[in-house]
């Protein structure tokens, strides 16, 4: 089935560690986005990608990259820079205009 | 800057209710606008969206309304089920086909057997 594959589902970082999260979609969408969710909140967009190899800053880009190498992979990966990670982190892909597919999330928590 | 409000909150209905939840955006250069479901722990799945060009979408028992003028849309569900319970959130796209959606905190809806 097509769809947006999330790893890990639960994810602990240590302090000064940098840690990644996966997102792989085979819905043959060109653009992929990263959201971060706190409880009780809406989604925030970290970083974006309309086109393999470019990709631009959300509203909270500090403390977090991204790469876009392949079109269906979009990983996201936490700094040690972000002083406050925990939260769930939710992956969607889109053609552009039509709505947003999102995975299952990654919920990331600090040791 | 773009800010979304949904209201109410939260919301707890018997069942087979009908009912609709708002969304109010300030900023009406908008390209489209979608309405999600989010189950807890979950991602979200796209209910509907809307173009900025057209007045409402329906699927099913959902219809959502779309006033751009005046930064509102309403989101309907009639003869509600246990089963529509849910957070349901509000997305309206920015200026031009970025993609980049913008979310309100969303309405949690109770519906009870």
């Known amino acids: 089935d097509g769809g947006i594959t999330q790893s890990p589902k639960y994810l602990f970082r240590k302090e000064g560690q940098n840690v990644t999260l996966s997102c792989e979609q085979n819905?043959?969408?060109?653009?992929m986005y990263w959201y971060r969710q706190d409880p009780g909140q809406g989604l925030r967009l970290i970083y974006y990608?309309?086109?393999?190899?470019?990709?631009q800053k959300g509203d909270i880009a500090e403390g977090y990259s991204v790469s876009r190498e392949k079109k269906e992979s979009f990983p996201l990966t936490v700094t040690s820079a972000q002083k406050n990670p925990t939260a769930f982190y939710l992956c969607?892909?889109?053609?552009?205009?039509?709505?947003?597919?999102f995975g299952d999330g990654t919920r990331l928590s600090i040791l | 800057k773009q800010e979304v409000t949904q209201i109410p909150a939260a919301l707890s209905v018997p069942e087979g209710e009908n009912l609709v939840l708002n969304c109010s955006f300030t900023d009406s250069a908008i390209y489209n606008l979608q309405w999600f479901r989010q189950d807890p722990g979950k991602g979200l799945t796209s209910l509907l969206l809307?173009?900025?060009?057209?007045r409402e979408q329906t699927s099913g028992r959902l219809n959502a309304s779309l006033d751009k003028s005046s930064g509102r849309s309403t989101l309907y569900i009639a003869a509600s089920q246990p089963g529509d319970s849910a957070t349901y959130l509000c997305a309206p796209g920015g200026t031009g086909n970025t993609g980049k959606l913008i979310f309100g905190q969303g309405t949690t809806l109770q519906v009870k057997p």
């Open positions: 969607a892909s889109s053609t552009l205009g039509q709505p947003q597919h």
């Open positions: 990608s309309q086109i393999v190899n470019d990709f």
């Open positions: 809307i173009q900025s060009s057209q």
């Open positions: 819905l043959n969408h060109d653009a």
